[in-house]
């Protein structure tokens, strides 16, 4: 399974665009890349799933090189309630798709 | 739609009791079922892989006869922790995979706290 990396945390201010880039040298090429968001005490909840160039939905969008060794969330515009840990994660598509978690990134945003 | 629901949401329990939880996928079926333990101010890690039908497949050093886990239909899987100890106390977290999409779905977690 791929390993990533992530910053362990960031800084923003509402209003402002957050892009959290995460690294996965090893990804293989039956893998999606997969970002979700959590916050504390529930469960984490998909934002976006890709698995080449880009990938747009109405909360996020999605980055990813031609060499899918990283890829970068990018948040538009967030606000108070974007403070949260958000963990990227690659998994094969197909078969039982286990994930394994990183550290995530813990995104706090400021007034 | 993919939502899934986990109850309890909170359990409390003495030491040497057995707690269930369930995890359920609500509009969609889920061949496949994931369970997560999480700790404070810590990342998910994955406990085991719940397959509809058979037996689960173990993360290394999850003990086997202490969490059991039974994957009985598609949209239903359990997580017994058996003779629970303080140390047990955490945050459990079941996923669901939606074939479809082959993109998984979290519930919202089950806190248990062992006395």
């Known amino acids: 399974l791929a390993k990533t990396t992530q910053p362990i945390s960031m800084d923003s201010y509402e209003g402002q665009e957050v892009n959290i880039t995460c690294s996965h040298n090893n990804i293989a090429t039956n893998d999606y890349i997969t970002w979700y968001q959590q916050f504390p005490s529930q469960g984490p909840r998909f934002i976006i799933q890709?698995?080449?160039t880009k990938v747009t939905n109405e909360v996020a969008s999605l980055f990813i090189p031609a060499d899918r060794k990283s890829s970068t969330l990018s948040l538009p515009r967030v606000s108070l309630s974007d403070t949260a840990v958000y963990y990227c994660l690659v998994g094969f598509s197909g078969g039982y798709n286990k994930l394994i978690f990183g550290a995530g990134t813990r995104l706090a945003v400021h007034p | 739609g993919a939502v899934v629901s986990q109850h309890p949401s909170r359990v409390i329990c003495k030491s040497g009791t057995s707690v269930k939880i369930e995890c359920r996928s609500l509009?969609?079926?889920?061949?496949?079922m994931f369970w997560y333990r999480q700790f404070p101010k810590q990342s998910l890690m994955l406990m085991a892989t719940?397959?509809?039908?058979?037996?689960?497949?173990?993360e290394q050093g999850v003990e086997k006869d202490k969490f059991l886990i039974n994957h009985a239909s598609l949209t239903l899987s359990t997580l017994t922790v058996t003779s629970a100890h303080p140390e047990d106390s955490s945050f459990y977290i079941c996923?669901?995979?939606?074939?479809?999409?082959?993109?998984?779905?979290f519930g919202p977690g089950t806190r248990l706290t062992v006395l």
């Open positions: 890709g698995y080449k």
């Open positions: 719940s397959n509809e039908g058979s037996k689960a497949t173990y």
């Open positions: 509009d969609f079926q889920a061949t496949t």
């Open positions: 996923s669901a995979r939606l074939a479809d999409t082959d993109t998984q779905y």
